[in-house]
Nanobody, 122 residues
């Protein structure tokens, strides 16, 4: 069983930055691809970015490609999402997820964190 815990969310002004972290308690972190998704009230879970096991391959949603950066540190069992030049419209809950191989659709992921709220004020 893989447990994921996100942190780093909070309130930031438009134009600011946040770095989300997602830590895994499992021993096999390096064997999982990881994804970040976001979901607002009454909306479907939306793909943000995914990264493969080694960190050598990434996939970004077009809407975040320039302003968001994903990375991982397998020695620390942690994946990061650096979010820059934030806009109010990205305000929502962000989730990290894990599965065996890289994917960009939520239903293909097996393990999920509890989410962290990101709020960007105008």
């Amino acid at each position: 069983q893989v447990q994921l815990v996100e942190s780093g969310g909070g309130l930031v002004q438009a134009g600011g930055s946040l770095r989300l972290s997602c830590v895994s308690s499992g021993r096999f972190f390096a064997t999982y691809a990881l994804g970040w998704f976001r979901q607002g009230p009454g909306k479907e879970r939306e793909f943000v970015v995914a990264i493969n096991r080694s960190g050598s391959v990434t996939r970004y949603a077009d809407s975040v490609k320039v302003r968001f950066t994903v990375s991982r540190d397998n020695a620390k069992n942690t994946v990061y999402l650096q979010m820059d030049s934030l806009k109010p419209e990205v305000t929502t809950v962000y989730y990290c997820a894990a599965r065996e191989s890289l994917a960009t659709t939520a239903h293909r992921y097996d393990y999920w964190g509890q989410g962290t709220q990101v709020t960007v004020s105008s």
